[in-house]
Nanobody, 124 residues
Framework: QVQLDESGGGLVQAGDSLRLSCAASGRTVGSIAMGWFRQVPGKEREFVAA????????FYADSVKGRFTISRDNAKNTVFLQMNSLKPEDTAVYYC?????????????????WGQGTQVTVSS
């Protein structure tokens, strides 16, 4: 089992930055890929960013490419999502996810574990 605990969400203005963190505990971390997804009420959870087990390969949704950066510190069992130039449309609950596989995935159903989510609200 892997437990994921997100933090770093909050209320910011358009153009501001936030950094989300996801601390993994339990049977960690080994060769697991990590991802970030987000969800707004009434919509499906959508892919934001993913990173492979070593941190050398990353993927991004087109809507965040160039503004968001995913990274990880395996020594601390933590993955980060640096969000810059935030827009009101980035408002959502952000979820950290993990999968028992070295390769990252952009597909929600490929992930085995999920955090409880952290709210990000961007005002215009």
């Amino acid at each position: 089992q892997v437990q994921l605990d997100e933090s770093g969400g909050g209320l910011v203005q358009a153009g501001d930055s936030l950094r989300l963190s996801c601390a993994a505990s339990g049977r960690t971390v080994g060769s697991i890929a990590m991802g970030w997804f987000r969800q707004v009420p009434g919509k499906e959870r959508e892919f934001v960013a993913a990173i492979n087990w070593s941190g050398g390969i990353t993927f991004y949704a087109d809507s965040v490419k160039g503004r968001f950066t995913i990274s990880r510190d395996n020594a601390k069992n933590t993955v980060f999502l640096q969000m810059n130039s935030l827009k009101p449309e980035d408002t959502a609950v952000y979820y950290c996810a993990a999968r028992w596989y070295v390769r990252a995935s952009t597909v929600r159903n490929d992930y085995d574990y999920w955090g409880q989510g952290t709210q990000v609200t961007v005002s215009s």
